[in-house]
């Protein structure tokens, strides 16, 4: 059964309160998609884990933002979005990235054909995030937009972008067979 607008209204309301049980019941959900963006942004499943255990918190902390109506899927989304770009900010993200020989290359979730994941994977971690969003969590380009803190004109070009440089990618694979 799916929560009505006014049920998520009323629990944000009460989460907004204290009361730890509705924050969990509104934030659940979303843990998991939370979790695959910030692996899609940061690239390191452990980093991701802290990043959106943060975000949480700051959900927690600043609930009583968000405005009756609001959809709390784009909206934790973007506070997990802002965690991880904090993150990659940080003097310490530079310090560890610098101690690494190689990047380490995290598959893209639940894909199962190799050349589009390898050609994902070839993408910058903005574009990657941008088709994740649209078609992997199937959010409206305002969502996404939002998520991204981006126009939808400026969402919609990184979007056809970088489609059409996973496009040429892959057919550059089947060029070489």
């Excluded at 969990?24 to 692996?39: D, I, K, N, T």
């Excluded at 506070?79 to 020989?101: K, P, Y």
Aim: glycine fraction near 6%.
């Amino acid at each position: 059964m799916r929560a009505t607008a006014s049920d998520t209204d009323e629990l944000i309301q009460l989460a907004a309160r204290g009361d730890e049980s509705a924050f969990e019941l509104l934030v659940r959900p979303h843990l998991q998609p939370g979790f695959r963006l910030a692996v899609t942004l940061l690239g390191d499943p452990t980093a991701a884990e802290d990043a959106v255990q943060e975000a949480t918190f700051k959900a927690w902390r600043h609930l009583g933002r968000l405005r009756p109506g609001t959809a709390m899927r784009p909206w934790f989304l973007t506070v997990v979005a802002n965690q991880c770009r904090s993150e990659r900010r940080s003097r310490w993200w530079g310090v560890l990235r610098g101690l690494e020989h190689e990047e380490e290359v995290v598959p893209a979730p639940d894909l199962s054909d190799w050349d589009l994941q390898r050609a994902l994977l070839g993408l910058q971690s903005k574009d990657r995030a941008a088709l994740f969003l649209r078609f992997y969590e199937d959010l409206t380009l305002a969502e996404v937009a939002g998520v991204l803190g981006l126009s939808m004109t400026a969402t919609r070009s990184r979007i056809h972008r970088a489609l059409h440089r996973m496009r040429a990618d892959l057919n550059a694979e089947v060029d070489k067979a």
